[in-house]
């Protein structure tokens, strides 16, 4: 008898009982650290989702820099990735405010944009910025920076 496609990929042709994994419970990760997402972008949003959530990363987000202080100020984030330009706020002065504020003065905030240019890396840095990381977001340079701001976090 010949291997086929079908007696590869197919049942067991004995009689042991077939075990479909996709209907068994998912492992939950253990939480590692919440980032607060502050992005104008839904679809910025979900991608950054897509790739942390997975890992066992909590995540918040907010449409704006006014929701995102407001949220930072709440729930004390355990870094903030932050947008530069949205509407009302832009990301610099979101920045400026919550490195003023006592409650949040001390969360790792990563700059992500669009735009690399070094002026924008210059301005996010002198403003209080941890970090920058380009749009679209590589992974690794993510998780890189995420585990040089979270070193007491466990970065998969």
Not at 62 to 90: F, Q, R, T, W, Y
Not at 92 to 102: D, M, V
Not at 115 to 128: F, I, M, P, S
Request: proline share 5%; charged share 25%; hydrophobic share 40%.
């Amino acid at each position: 008898m010949g291997f086929g496609f079908r007696s590869i990929f197919g049942r067991h042709q004995d009689n042991l009982e077939y075990h479909d994994r996709r209907n068994d419970d998912r492992i939950k990760l253990p939480k590692i650290a919440t980032i607060l997402i502050v992005d104008d972008s839904r679809t910025a949003i979900a991608v950054l989702r897509k790739t942390l959530e997975p890992t066992g990363y909590t995540v918040l987000s907010a449409l704006n820099a006014e929701e995102g202080i407001e949220i930072a100020k709440n729930d004390k984030p355990d870094c903030i990735l932050m947008d530069i330009i949205m509407p009302g706020l832009n990301g610099f002065q979101a920045t400026r405010i919550l490195r003023k504020e006592p409650l949040t003065q001390h969360i790792p905030i990563l700059i992500i944009s669009g735009n690399e240019q070094a002026t924008e890396k210059y301005w996010g840095l002198r403003v209080g910025a941890n970090g920058f990381l380009g749009k679209p977001v590589d992974r690794s340079e993510l998780f890189h920076l995420l585990g040089e701001h979270l070193p007491e976090v466990q970065v998969i």
